[in-house]
């Protein structure tokens, strides 16, 4: 069966980094655009960035110039490198996996994770 395995989150101060992974299998990975979303408790599920399987990428504005997404096809994982973390990037973070072009809305990603914390302190 598919499953997608977030880690890499955790507890870190305001400016600090985290690099988050997000790991497949039971997928021909190299042929699936993989997402990252975020969700914060009371809020609706939001877009960080994306990866299509050529390597284009997207990233929401708000993240935009702090964050960089990047996959390695051989260890079947998506990367994402975030930096200046800001109290307001709080939230349990996800990867999604889908067929295709990469898109920034949920409900067209497939598969899921269960998601890895992200805590920012002040």
């Known amino acids: 069966q598919v499953q997608l395995v977030e880690s890499g989150g955790g507890l870190v101060q305001a400016g600090g980094s985290l690099r988050l992974s997000c790991t497949a299998s039971g997928i021909t990975f190299s042929t699936y655009a993989i997402g990252w979303f975020r969700q914060a408790p009371g809020k609706e599920r939001e877009f960080v960035a994306a990866?299509?399987?050529?390597?284009?990428?997207s990233y929401a504005s708000s993240l935009k110039g702090r964050c960089t997404i990047f996959r390695d096809n051989d260890k079947n994982t998506v990367y994402l490198q975030m930096n200046s973390l800001e109290p307001e990037d709080t939230a349990v973070y996800l990867c999604a996996a889908r067929v295709r072009n990469l898109v920034d809305f949920p409900s067209a990603y497939a598969y899921w994770g269960q998601g890895t914390q992200v805590t920012v302190s002040s």
């Open positions: 990866i299509s399987r050529s390597g284009s990428t």
